[in-house]
Nanobody, 125 residues
């Protein structure tokens, strides 16, 4: 069973950058797709982006407008979310998730069986 642990959240000023990490343990990620989601109180989880672990291909939400990027360190089994030019509306709890998903399922949080505990990102204006 895959276990996921996020790190790197915190307080960041508008326009700055922040990198989140998601460390996976419990087995090989071969065939998995890993995703980043964010959630604010009272709202559903929002898809941020995902990566296919086998070929490192990434899929980002249009709402991110090219400001964020996902990468993966295969030997270490760590996924990263590089957040650039952050905005106050990026404030949320960011969580990583994993599963053996088809591409059409990536954007739906309900399709991921494994989740990290989440890390808070707060962007000050």
């Amino acid at each position: 069973q895959v276990q996921l642990v996020e790190a790197g959240g915190g307080l960041v000023q508008t326009g700055n950058s922040l990198t989140l990490s998601c460390a996976a343990t419990g087995g090989s990620l071969s065939g998995y797709r890993l995703g980043w989601f964010r959630q604010v109180p009272g709202k559903d989880r929002e898809f941020v982006g995902a990566i296919s672990w086998n070929d490192r291909r990434t899929y980002m939400a249009d709402s991110i407008e090219g400001r964020f990027a996902i990468s993966g360190d295969k030997p270490k089994n760590i996924m990263y979310l590089q957040m650039n030019n952050v905005r106050p509306e990026d404030t949320a709890v960011y969580s990583c998730a994993a599963g053996r998903l088809i591409l059409s399922s990536l954007r739906n949080a309900a399709n991921y069986p494994y989740w990290g505990q989440g890390t808070q990102v707060t962007v000050s204006s």
